[in-house]
């Protein structure tokens, strides 16, 4: 009996993004287990004030990040796998968490590069951690070995 039996994927289409998209890709694969991918708009997320976005910036941003998850989604299907697809607006430290209990998902994966935009999926304001707010293991898909990696913010 396998512990992951359902497994929650974040992408942002990012490198990676990406990089955890084919692992956790792989580890759904080996395991036979149902995956799901999340997408978040967070460029509507002011940072501490609150914005008003226009209608068509509004849209705009749902477009771009329908269209992140579609990619993802065709990724995995590519790969033989059937995944669920998940649109949500918001910051991703509240988004995930809410997420994978909807879901009542094992495993959440998220790619992270030290220092980089992407922390932004396990960490939030106030020192919030993605780790203290899910009841569910977390895969960090990082490649130290990358010297791309470290030569990018």
Not at 81 to 101: E, K, S
Request: net charge neutral; glycine share 10%.
């Amino acid at each position: 009996m396998t512990p992951f039996k359902k497994i929650l994927l974040c992408y942002d289409s990012t490198r990676e993004g990406r990089r955890a998209l084919i692992q956790g890709a792989d580890l759904a694969e080996s395991l036979g287990a149902e995956t799901h991918l999340l997408a978040i708009a967070t460029s509507l997320v002011g940072g501490g004030m609150v914005e008003v976005p226009s209608h068509v910036a509004m849209r705009e941003e749902e477009k771009r990040i329908r269209d992140v998850l579609r990619e993802g989604v065709e990724r995995l299907r590519g790969r033989g796998l059937v995944a669920t697809g998940h649109l949500a607006m918001g910051r991703p430290i509240d988004q995930i968490p809410l997420v994978a209990r909807a879901l009542s998902v094992d495993l959440i994966v998220v790619g992270h590069r030290p220092c980089g935009v992407v922390a932004r999926w396990w960490s939030g304001p106030g020192n919030a951690v993605l780790l203290d707010q899910v009841a569910c293991s977390i895969l960090i898909s990082i490649n130290p070995s990358d010297p791309a990696d470290s030569a990018k913010p």
